[in-house]
């Protein structure tokens, strides 16, 4: 992910078409003269008449597409520049302190990481009076990875008794440590092993570069997996011998992330943190990982943002499911007891509603969607009316967003922020401001716009705090009475 080669200018893509569709007319006409030279004058035959293949070719438009479509990408032939024009990074409703620099997660799937981090660094910052900071993504990475894996290990002997091919167990081996995340799962790693600066804990080439490291390990724990089916299926297996073999497993994953990510900071031993805050004055802190996740609830910061990140929880719009439920993924975590994965499921307008109050109060919102979809990593742009193929294939595209979860065509795969969002004379959205990790290079300086539909149609989840919420949303949350999914279900994909 992140930037795009560069495309022809419209000029030079005009002329290209242009040129194309003369050469086609040129072709046809020579064709006609030597059809007259070799069987005298058409007009005094009798006619034929022409398959709907050939009126197919013949017609304009689809010579028009034949040509731009054997030369261009798909997406450049059907943009409509109208759309790009009127998606402006303008807005009536915006946080005061978005944080900086832009981020960029490489070829990693480190999105909600970076996500999660950019809304906890604004309160740091702010306390700190810092100009730019990152969180280091690499140092929640590393404890991820190594969770993760316990939590597959785990799974693994609980489901023992399964058949090999069954499709609980296939679906655990198909990805037991995948990149990507949710919610629950970065607060679960930040209460358990706080968070430290970028500089004290930077991304190495496999933080940055993650695919090499993640086969790795998932061939490793594949192999580990079929020892301990084999030892639970053991008459003269225990519990306490299961665990022990899992343990050492764990230890060669702990190897693995060290050598590959750099050894990480202990959770709970001081490190020093020596910085220039923004106005070039030097200061110098010490803190352990767990000190400094814990700014996060302080009053202090609770008053720069007016809200403590670690009350906050998910909201998803699954129009397949029940509104006002609370939803939850079977065997879908990091940390082994630590706290499952739980949306409550709501109307879009109730989701809406929350992002933009939580905008108005100055909290930058965490959210999820399916990024791939009618969307430009180049211009920055998400927008149901950027492309239209109907203009190059005569089709239309109209799964509903319950459809296209039931097919699997779509599901929550990239987390970013939302900073700001535009409101008509209604206070109705019309657009929102989206920040990404995709580097500077991406959208508008590292920036995107997304139109309200395309907010309606392809965004799954906001994280959002109580307080912006009604007491009907609350409770939901509360009671705990969860609708369990299972482990494939598309609420079940990790951003």
């Not at 009907?472 to 482990?487: F, H, T």
Request: net charge neutral; glycine share 6%.
């Amino acid at each position: 992910m992140g930037a795009q080669s560069s495309s022809p200018s419209d000029a030079a893509v005009n002329k290209k078409l242009v040129e194309r569709l003369k050469t086609l007319e040129l072709r046809d006409e020579e064709r006609q003269r030597q059809l007259q030279h070799n069987y005298g004058d058409l007009e005094k035959s009798e006619p034929r008449e022409k398959t709907s293949l050939q009126r197919e070719e013949d017609s304009l438009t689809n010579r028009l597409a034949l040509s731009a479509l054997c030369s261009l990408p798909l997406n450049e032939v059907v943009l409509q520049k109208t759309v790009t024009l009127s998606d402006t990074q303008v807005y009536n409703i915006e946080i005061p302190f978005e944080g900086a620099p832009v981020t960029n997660q490489r070829s990693s799937g480190r999105c909600w990481l970076f996500a999660a981090t950019n809304v906890f660094r604004v309160a740091i910052m702010k306390k700190h009076n810092l100009k730019e900071f990152e969180l280091s993504q690499a140092y929640l990475f590393f404890w991820d990875k190594l969770e993760k894996s316990n939590y597959f290990l785990e799974s693994i002997i609980d489901t023992a008794d399964n058949d090999l091919d069954s499709r609980l167990v296939q679906t655990l081996l198909s990805g037991p440590v995948s990149d990507g995340g949710q919610w629950d799962m970065v607060a679960n790693l930040v209460k358990k092993y706080g968070l430290v600066p970028q500089s004290l804990f930077p991304d190495s080439y496999n933080a940055m570069n993650s695919s090499a490291m993640g086969r790795l390990i998932t061939t490793k724990l594949r192999e580990n997996a079929l020892v301990l089916r084999s030892m639970k299926a053991s008459a003269h297996s225990s519990r306490s011998s299961l665990l022990a073999a899992k343990d050492q497993m764990l230890q060669e994953i702990h190897l693995i992330l060290t050598l590959m990510l750099g050894p990480p900071p202990n959770p709970k031993k001081s490190f020093k943190w020596e910085y220039h805050d923004a106005s070039g004055k030097y200061r110098s802190v010490s803190k352990t990982p767990l000190q400094l996740a814990s700014e996060l609830s302080e009053p202090s910061a609770t008053a720069v943002i007016r809200s403590d990140v670690n009350s906050l929880f998910s909201l998803v719009h699954d129009p397949r499911n029940d509104y006002n439920t609370l939803l939850s993924v079977s065997r879908l975590g990091n940390v082994v007891g630590g706290l499952p994965v739980r949306y409550v499921n709501v109307q879009m307008s109730v989701m809406k509603a929350a992002a933009t109050a939580m905008l108005k109060a100055g909290i930058p919102v965490f959210f999820g969607s399916d990024v791939g979809k009618y969307s430009d990593s180049k211009s920055g742009i998400m927008d149901t009316a950027l492309f239209d193929y109907s203009l190059a294939f005569n089709i239309d595209l109209n799964m509903t967003k319950a459809q296209r979860l039931m097919t699997g065509e779509s599901a929550m795969t990239h987390a970013m922020v939302l900073t700001a969002v535009h409101v008509d004379g209604e206070g109705k959205p019309v657009r929102w401001r989206v920040q990404n990790s995709w580097g500077e290079n991406a959208g508008e300086k590292g920036f995107f716009v997304m139109s309200d539909p395309w907010m309606d149609q392809w965004v799954y989840q906001v994280v959002v705090d109580p307080r912006f919420v009604s007491k009907e949303v609350k409770d939901v949350l509360e009671k705990g009475n969860s609708k369990v999914l299972p482990l494939w279900d598309p609420m079940g994909a990790l951003a």
